[in-house]
């Protein structure tokens, strides 16, 4: 069976938020996801509010009939909104107030404290949590202990190895196969240890194949890829793409 998709569709409010207005939608943007087979939607309401907002979670909940997933940092405030808007799923990522994107996985063992505390107060509420990684045992072992229930490996180390034609020169394609290999290696630990396993950042239709072969791997988190090539084929038809290129790999 092939992993599961949850669209991250942030990207529909940057362009929203880039004029303060009400357009695109973000619940039709769910709705039409959702309706060519998404089998989730994911938002990250960041601390800066660049492009999901408060109001927009409470949207969702109200119309996602799949799964809803919020990534957000484990800060006394962002716990606070999941517990109040109960998102199927939260996941706990790092911020940095420059980064133009999530910069690399959370640092569980450094941080052990608050993000336990944090996994706490959501699993009370019932909400299911992971927390987003780089793919090494260190980490893995402590989100274990921290109590999360699935971790996300980080998989922008490889998404930078194969970005445009670069695997396909030097020795690219070794260094991308040896990054799939320690993704492998990680998913297969994290699941000797109970957790579930699922993956993103920087996934596109050309690289997921290679993940979507890792049969521990049983969820994506795919986002700025599909919108962008909804630009050109419509969300519908990019969210399709994207379900086909991961059936084609797994
Ligand atoms: N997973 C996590 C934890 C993320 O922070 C992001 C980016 O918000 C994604 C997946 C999706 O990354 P991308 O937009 O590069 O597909």
Redesign the pocket.
């Known amino acids: 069976m092939s992993a599961r998709l949850n669209v991250?569709i942030?990207?529909v409010a940057t362009i929203r938020e880039a004029r303060k207005t009400i357009e695109p939608s973000i619940v039709a943007a769910a709705v039409l996801c959702e309706q060519a087979g998404a089998d989730g939607i994911?938002v990250?309401l960041r601390g800066d509010r660049r492009h999901i907002q408060d109001r927009d979670i409470e949207l969702l909940r109200d119309v996602v009939t799949t799964y809803l997933n919020v990534?957000m940092t484990s800060s006394d405030e962002m716990v606070a909104i999941a517990v109040r808007t109960a998102p199927d799923a939260v996941?706990l990522?790092p911020e940095n107030p420059n980064e133009v994107?999530?910069d690399g996985g959370l640092n569980v063992a450094a941080n052990f404290d608050s993000v336990q505390s944090a996994i706490d107060k959501l699993r009370r509420a019932g909400i299911f949590v992971s927390i987003?990684l780089d793919p090494v045992a260190e980490q893995i072992d402590a989100a274990n202990r921290a109590g999360a229930q699935q971790v996300?490996l980080?998989t922008a180390e490889y998404?930078e190895l194969t970005l445009g034609s670069r695997a396909a020169h030097g020795d690219g394609a070794k260094r991308a196969a040896a990054e799939v290999e320690r993704i492998r290696r990680s998913a297969t630990h994290a699941l000797d240890l109970g957790l579930k396993v699922a993956a993103?950042?920087?996934?596109t239709y050309r690289n997921v194949g290679a993940l979507a072969s890792i049969p521990e791997i049983t969820e994506f988190?795919?986002?700025?890829?599909?919108i962008a090539r909804s630009v050109f084929a419509g969300l519908e038809n990019a969210v399709r793409e994207m379900i086909s290129a991961i059936r084609q790999g797994s």
């Open positions: 991250n942030d990207h994911t990250h990534e996941s990522v994107t999530t987003f996300e980080c998404a993103g950042h920087g996934l988190n795919i986002g700025h890829n599909i």
